[in-house]
């Protein structure tokens, strides 16, 4: 593949001079960027892509030319939901190397394996629904995409020696076929926290009214549940029972944004188990 930077599509007329050189492509490399760390409800912020010319950052349709991605139901599901994109010729070069026996399945792995180059891991869970993107992500991105083909080709032409090739898309024909999943709330799932069975009832009772209460503020904050109060913090109110916003902040992990945007809910739940108990 030739060496050329990563060019940065952020405007209408980038996306029509991409889309033009995408067109000329019979096969090209995707993958995807989101802030699932960061928000609620997760967002597709970024599509890498790269073809046997160059890698690029941007947006494309999927209209039937074969299309590599690694690991590719996250970024099918991902791609659906938000923008309907099918996907009728995909390779998916994580299924492709499990096929053939591979040890290393992730893309780190394989392109050390062939190509001796290591991935940086050091911006997976950056925030890329912040913008400007900073040099160093864009260069990150970027390859994440840019052994993709070479790597297609590779194990492609191995599977074909083997016989393998047809069976291997039928299974990239069922990774492609795959829906969305729609993101409903259990307010049960408080029973699968770490700990949770060593409470005793009411502590039990107070875990599960933190647990929805964390859900309802998270949704309305637009952020993580996991950002807006831990497991371990639920837990240790629940074993404590704190009457007061002094008793409460008293318990690790409770951060004065957390007494600040929490406080009153935290405490409202635990009088009102302790009440009915």
Known sequence: ??????RLVADPAALAELLDDVRAEPVIALDTESNSFHVYRE???LLQISTRAADMLGAVLCDGRETVLHGADYDVRCLKREYGWRFPRLFDTMAAARRLGRPGLG?????????????????????WGRRPLTREQIAYAAL?????????????RELAERGALEAARGEFGRIAAVEPRERVFDPEGYRRIRDARALDETGRAILRALYVAREARARELDR????????????EIARRRPRSEEELGLIPGVTPSVLRRLGKDILQAVRAVATAA
């Open 144 to 156: 994440d995409t840019h052994f993709l083909l070479p790597l297609h080709e590779l194990l492609a």
């Open 224 to 235: 993580p549940p996991f950002k807006v109060l831990a497991e371990a913090t639920m837990i």
């Open 43 to 45: 967002r597709v912020c």
């Open 1 to 6: 593949m030739t060496e050329v930077p990563p």
């Open 107 to 127: 893309l780190s792995a394989l392109v050390e394996q062939h190509f001796g180059a290591r991935l940086s891991k050091s911006f997976q869970r950056s925030d």
